[in-house]
């Protein structure tokens, strides 16, 4: 909201500057978005001046030559443009060397051959007005309501606003009451101690009680209208408002009108109210009618589009059907136009949500609607009210028709609240004297009383929504004197021991595990787009599917929540390759969302989400040496980074070759499931590992992408939390090779289980680290080597000792085929 | 040499410490012309090894007549030990020399990069600012939690005080799956969850990606945040000034200082926004050549997150299903709470200027940071 300063000092005038009242606002709950400068930043060069002569310029048709008073001993000579200007004026004029709001500075300059002392002045020009309105030229002074004869050399600060500084404030939901300047004013008041002049709305020129006549309402939902008031005008003349009140409104963001939709603009910006004024001669049958929207209703609004209703919007109508949508906008058929004369000035409190909803519903929003939907109080309508009708009486020749009509009244009783000032401290941590509690609170129109252990607080009627409990009191305390002088104090942190969980170690652990192996890790989006389900292949009935879908995403490619992280892991693998860097190694470390199956009341949570590691790998997996081969990304560089992270959980794990139909996205002969268990208990799949199916990679424009993805809650779930030591003893391990060549069907995992179990306890490890195909071993066959290792806690062992153990192994290995090498 | 040492001992024409004498002179000159440590080395065998003849001569000493055996055995142990002292140093001599040689011919070009190269990787800056605040917050006492991202409007909403037409509420401002389900506007919903879970007194931590339906040059529909809650028997807001002004201090340097700004929400009372001194220009709003701080944009402040104390309200939401638990009574607990933006942290600390870099996922972006 705009509140332009001299306004606001109207009502509350401390003796700060403008820093000073936006860090006093800003620090009491009324924060200061921003200061802004209506109209020029130096008054210097700006005075007024009488047109002494105005001809016509002998070169242009359009353009008259000016002899202007300027107070000086010579007149000076101004070129003028504006249809108006005329001989006998008095006018504003800017000499050179003023600086205009835009920044440019005046010069002596020619125009059509005649130099041009300065520049007669429209009130556009020095943002008296929106610019565009210059139509209405230059402007008059001795026409407009001035008080002073003004002599020629005035300076024009002195009579005009010409340089207004305006507060931008950020007013908080809660607050609807300032919504207008006078509520500002009173939190200055109470932020600053200075003096708080008596509410505008005081006096009322109303002296009627009854209704006026000539005009009838009726509400017929009083649950969505809990207050409506009407007033009548007659004699009302239609004219444009006044420079001071046009330059006000335009400062506070308002594009003046008529005298009139000014004056209910004026009212509104002051009391925070909306008012609509119709032209009761306009108003079919002299009676509005409230009342519920029929389905499907239609309304021409003020801006000429037609809104199709509901049955929860509210209308106003007359005799000839709807005229406006209740608190939201206002019809074009009974507006205030040029012939007006008589005047129905509307002020009404609608129920916010409903505005709110009837606002968002028709997608049309208006200053009125972002008022209403934040809950205005009743006795704001005569507020409004009592402000309208002076200016309306005082601005538009107009009279007052007695009486006021009132449907819906006031607002219920006032509330008491205790407030402890024990507790006071307690929440803040900071005394307050009970003194000082009135004080404030007074400040805020709150009455008090002293009570028992404190005061008894009666809430203002235009606080009624916010402040309902003893808390919000303290609040009001607080903002005003507590905040600001809050020791700062650490918590009593009972019972506190600040460490992670296992799980939230062993997610920490796997991201580390792959950022010192070289990955960077990447942030993904949540949401994908719903054709990447097809994208990665995945069957109809694919468990993958069991998709979360949101119901209003921003955009179509938004429109899902990721059920694994492979999507965003391609997307950011393809964002780099195609800006020219080939070689991606990457994690994510995130959530993905999967339908819940089966019986949702059995969790808490209303879908299944887990928390995955996935890394993807494209291109080399170092930089090019200069020293030998690097390692290119393939299913088994995935997989030593996998057994990397996975080795230091100090876990069984293993992979299996996997059904190319359990996850379809990856190369259906290099695709592995992921097992671990913890001690002997059941293994349990961790994720998947493997090349990206090359369609799948295709999609993305990748060449050779391996990727593997694990559970990091499961893996939590097996990764012992403590690693338990296990001796081993003060000999040096005997260690032995051994090669053997094996049908090809064996698979490695069984190869090692087989050496493993018949090695015994005193084999330590064995680790395949060579392997050879070719003619030397023969068709569908190949040579593995092991690295075998022998361990005993009694002693040194010799080859001697390990003979006969080393004798299971190969006879073990026979049986399936094996014979050894060399 | 033959196999029968007598015929050498003594040679022809010379008494044995004549002969011992030679073998010392004839060694000696050799020694000193050796050229390598291989040289050397043959010269050792060649004198003093096992077959050779200076050591036979002491392993005979014992055959000669009783009158010679001292004087022979003197001159011979003499020439042995002279020699192999000589050999000692000339082999130490040269085999400095040859190292040097060596290390010589070794030299590399040291600047040639490391192999094989190892890759470099990192957290994301999201990721490694979550972990620092995580991580901050563990050191006063607070434990680390987390929860579902899909939840249910009944703890998004109701349970945090949000009336039924709270505009937050909204299809325009909140993500859907469901009609009772959003994707969580913030980490607040888990402020019950986690009460539900555990007693007080109760200080934690929750970190987690949150939604909202903004895209603007400020707002990405999924953003981070981590939320704090301390309930027990007396936490003050000055206990919530102090706590966050440890987390400034310890983001943004020992010379911070906080400020609390009045505010509003609906699930604290009172409500306050956080400042931090701004750590660009010190809180002064004008840098060194007197310009405007382009950072704080002149206030010396920089908001960083939204907080209060737990609005009373809030509390009996908690649903215990443990009646014996000591609940969450409003009159004997009040507690903090906070909200803080990851990205903002990152953003003004990393100096990054634009929300959409985090997201873009660009290896040139990521390598700026571990």
């Known amino acids: ?822 | 040499m033959s196999d029968d040492p007598f015929k050498m001992f003594p040679p022809a024409g010379l008494s044995v410490p004549q002969r011992i004498e030679q073998l010392r002179t004839e060694a000696e000159a050799a020694i000193t012309g050796a050229s390598d440590t291989a040289a050397v080395e043959e010269l050792r065998v060649r004198y003093l090894g096992r077959k050779a003849e200076l050591p036979q001569m002491l392993r005979e000493v014992a055959t000669l007549p009783p009158e010679e055996r001292g004087v022979v055995g003197k001159a011979a142990n003499q020439a042995r030990q002279a020699l192999e002292a000589m050999i000692a140093t000339r082999g130490e001599q040269l085999a400095g020399a040859e190292l040097q040689a060596q290390l010589g011919e070794d030299r590399i070009d040291v600047t040639l990069p490391g192999a094989p190269p190892q890759p470099v990787g990192g957290l994301h800056v999201l990721s490694a600012t979550r972990r620092e605040l995580e991580d901050i917050f563990l050191g006063l006492g607070f434990t680390v939690m987390e929860g579902p991202e899909i939840e249910t409007v009944h703890y998004n909403f109701d349970a945090l005080n949000h009336s039924p037409t709270h505009p937050a509420r909204a299809r325009t401002d909140t993500f859907y799956v469901a009609e009772d389900t959003v994707l969580r506007t913030h980490t607040s919903p888990m402020q019950v969850r986690a009460m539900e879970a555990h007693p007080p007194p109760l200080y934690v931590v929750i970190p987690g990606r949150v939604y909202r339906r903004d895209l603007d040059a400020t707002h990405t529909p999924q953003f981070h945040q981590i939320e704090g809650l301390a309930v027990d028997e007396d936490i003050t807001l000055g206990d919530l000034k102090g706590t966050l002004l440890h987390f400034a201090k310890a983001v943004f340097g020992d010379d911070r200082e906080v400020r609390l700004r009045p505010h509003f929400f609906p699930f604290t009372e009172p409500s306050v926004e956080v400042d931090v001194s701004c750590f660009h220009c010190s809180g002064k709003g004008y840098l060194g050549d007197g310009s405007r701080c382009y950072l704080c944009k002149g206030e010396g402040w920089l908001e960083i997150l939204g907080a209060g104390e737990m609005d009373p309200n809030v509390y009996s939401y908690v649903a215990t299903t443990d009646a014996n638990a000591p609940g969450y009574d409003p009159e004997k607990v009040q507690g903090f709470a906070w909200g803080l933006g990851v990205e903002r942290i990152a953003m003004l600390k990393h100096g990054i200027p634009d929300l959409r870099l985090l997201l873009d996922n660009d290896l040139r972006f990521l390598g700026q940071f571990s």
């Open chain 1, 1 to 822: 909201m705009r509140v332009p300063l001299p306004w606001l000092r109207e009502y509350c005038d401390p003796s700060l500057d403008v820093a000073q009242i936006e860090e006093r606002l800003t620090m009491t709950g009324t924060k200061v978005e921003a200061i802004h400068r209506v109209g020029v930043l130096s008054a210097e060069n700006f005075v007024v001046g009488r047109v002494l002569t105005a001809e016509k310029h002998p070169d242009a048709d359009r353009l008259k030559v000016c002899t202007v008073d300027v107070g000086e001993e010579q007149a000076a000579t101004i070129v003028c443009g504006a249809p108006n200007v005329d001989a006998g004026q008095t006018v504003a004029v800017a000499r050179p060397g003023a600086v205009m709001p835009d920044g440019t500075k005046l010069k002596q300059a020619k125009l059509r051959g005649v130099v041009s002392e300065g520049m007669i002045l429209a009130a556009s020009e020095l943002d008296l007005e929106p610019s565009g309105e210059r139509s209405a030229g230059i402007m008059v002074l001795d026409e407009m309501t001035l008080d002073a004869e003004l002599a020629p050399g005035t300076p024009l600060g002195e009579v005009l606003p010409i340089s207004t500084e305006v507060v931008e404030l950020e007013i908080t939901p809660n607050r609807p009451d300032c919504l207008g300047v006078y509520g500002v004013a009173r939190e200055l008041h109470a932020a600053t101690g200075a003096a708080l002049a008596p509410p505008p709305w005081d006096e009322d020129l109303s002296s009627g009680s009854g209704e006026p006549s000539g005009a009838k309402i009726r509400v017929d939902c009083p649950d969505l209208c809990p207050r409506f008031t009407a007033r009548v005008f007659e004699n009302v003349t239609i004219a444009p408002s006044p420079l001071w009140l046009k330059a006000r409104l335009t400062a506070a963001g308002q594009r003046p009108i008529n005298n009139v939709v000014d004056i209910t603009n004026y009212a509104m910006l002051l009391t925070g109210q909306p008012l609509h004024a119709f032209d009761l001669d306009r108003v079919a049958g002299g009676e509005l009618v409230v009342r519920r929207a029929h389905d499907g209703e239609q309304v021409q609004t003020l801006d000429g589009q037609t809104r199709t209703l509901d049955g929860e919007m509210v209308v106003i109508e007359d005799g000839e059907g709807p005229t406006s949508i209740a608190g939201v906008m206002g019809g074009a058929r009974s507006e205030v136009v040029p012939d007006t004369t008589r005047v129905l000035m509307e002020v009404a409190t609608w129920n916010g949500p409903n505005i709110h909803r009837t606002s968002w519903t028709l997608g049309l929003r208006s200053e009125a609607s972002g008022r209403f939907e934040k809950g205005l109080q009743p006795e704001q309508c005569l507020h409004a009210q009592a402000v309208a009708t002076a200016l309306m009486t005082e601005l538009c020749g107009a009279t007052l028709v007695p009486g006021t009509i009132d449907i819906g009244g006031e607002g219920p009783p006032a509330l008491k609240l205790g407030l402890r000032a024990a507790r006071v401290e307690a929440i803040l941590g900071l005394p307050v004297t009970v003194a000082r509690q009135q004080e404030i609170l007074g400040a805020l129109d709150f009455d008090t009383a002293p009570a028992a252990e404190g005061l008894e607080v009666t809430v203002p009627a235009l606080r009624r929504d916010d402040v309902t409990r003893e808390i919000d009191l303290i609040e009001e305390v607080a903002r005003i004197d507590g905040l600001e002088r809050l020791p700062a104090t650490l918590p009593a942190r009972r019972g506190a021991a600040g460490r992670l969980s296992h799980a939230q170690r062993v997610r920490r652990a796997a991201e580390d595990a792959m950022i010192g192996r070289g990955l960077r890790e990447i942030v993904g989006w949540s949401f994908a787009e719903p054709g990447l389900v097809d994208r990665l292949r995945l069957p109809a009935e694919h468990h993958l599917r069991h998709i979360i879908t949101v119901e209003n995403p921003l955009s179509e490619d938004q429109a899902m929540m990721r059920p694994t992280l492979l999507g965003s892991l391609l997307d950011a693998a393809r964002h780099n390759v195609s800006r020219g860097a080939p070689d991606v190694s990457i994690f994510e470390s995130g959530s993905v969302y999967r339908a819940l199956d089966g019986d949702a009341t059995a969790t808490t949570t209303p879908a299944d989400e887990h928390h995955a590691l996935g890394a993807l790998l494209c291109g080399g997996l170092t930089p090019r040496s200069w020293r030998g081969e690097r390692t290119e990304a393939d299913f088994f560089a995935a997989k030593a980074l996998l057994a990397g992270m996975l080795d230091s959980f100090k876990l069984h794990w293993a992979v299996k070759a996997a059904e190319p139909e359990r996850w379809p996205f990856l190369h259906p002969g290099r695709c592995a499931e992921v097992l671990a268990r913890s001690g002997e208990g059941q293994p349990v799949t961790l994720g998947f590992l493997g090349e990206v199916h090359p369609l799948v990679a295709g999609e993305w424009d990748l060449s050779r992408t391996a990727a593997f993805a694990v559970d990091l809650g499961k893996l939590a779930t097996v990764a012992p939390e403590v690693s338990a030591f296990k001796p081993f003893g003060a000999f040096p391990d005997l260690r032995q090779d051994i090669a053997v060549v094996l049908p090809e069907s064996i698979s490695a995992q069984e190869v090692g289980h087989l050496v493993r179990k018949a090695g015994g306890k005193v084999l330590g490890s064995a680790e395949i680290f060579d392997v050879y195909t070719g003619e030397q071993v023969g068709d569908g066959r190949r040579s593995l080597a092991l690295a075998l290792s022998f361990r005993s806690l009694e002693g040194t062992l010799t080859d001697e000792d390990v003979a006969p153990v080393r004798e299971q192994i190969v006879s073990a290995l026979k049986e399936i085929g094996g014979e050894l090498r060399g």
